[in-house]
């Protein structure tokens, strides 16, 4: 009998130790996947998205993991979007303009000519998000928001220094509204991620893309481009998204110190695109790709053929129902105060 009652008690007592133990040991932290479908050698993956992970840990003292998927290992980047909606990420790095009519607020930054800067696309675009841009979003919670540096046009076997040369050409094109000018030029664009551009033109499917010059080097399309014009034609919205239930289930604690972050890393973001621009000029001149520009006379031109884009993107934004007119001359306002 007495022996029963010593095992009793110590059962208890260890039944108590083990109770104690799991309310006062620190919550088990919660892992996060992010999806990223550009390469680890990526530019702004380096400079941007890597950082930004290791950085949630940090402001969360370890509550929260990220572990990144890079190079599409998780899904393409047409599949961004699906994957952080359906949860088979936590979180996503995503292109709108792969999800054509989905955001067509957001793709106002496609517009030519808009942005003379990632960084002033971004500043632009945030100062919109309130008010015209959260319906957009619905199901996502908005994490960073930026803009690329204005693109270039890089080719693989035909020097584009005219438009007259422009006629015939397959080019990889980012999408939106910037498609129809380059379609008005004769161009037959083919929409494919940016990370399927290097080896359609290695393949000869495409002979060129249209790319911030930054995104170059990680993408080592100094292997195969030979000719660079740097028009600066487009800039393309990025950004990076939560899916809405795992927000949810963080502590208020967690959310805050996630916003106070991002609020600085959507800059770090833009400005992943526009600090390496010289850097990816100096690499493909290394590797042999000759600058050939257009004229001051064929940028005047382009300049014409891109304004009415800018007035079709009101009709359309009437025609689904939005004050077209409104949106947009906010969106001038804020690109004349961000210059």
Known sequence: MFQLKKNLVAAVAMAICITSTIITSPAMAKDLKFSIFLPDGATVVQRALLPYAKKIEEVTNGELTVTPYTGSALGGGAEQLSLVETGVADIAFIVPSYSRGRFPVTELGL???????????????????????????????????????PSAILTTNVALASLDAMKGVKLRGTGGSQNAVLEELGINLVSLPISEGYLAMERGVIQG???????????????IIKYVNEVNFSAT?????????????????QQEAIDALSAEYSDILSLAYDNDVDRGRTVLAEAGAKTVNFSAEDIATLHNMASPIWSEWIKAAKADGMDGETIMNRFRTLIKEQE
């Open 237 to 253: 919205p990025v950004l990076v998204a939560m899916n809405i239930d795992v927000w949810e289930s963080l502590t208020p604690k």
């Open 209 to 223: 893309t249209i790319l911030p010059l930054s995104s170059a080097p990680g993408l080592k399309l100094e292997e």
């Open 111 to 149: 517009l030519p000519f808009a942005f003379n800067s990632g960084l002033q696309g971004g500043h632009v675009l945030r100062a919109m998000y309130d008010d015209y841009m959260q319906e957009e979003y619905e199901g996502l919670q908005m994490l960073l928001l930026g803009v690329t540096a």
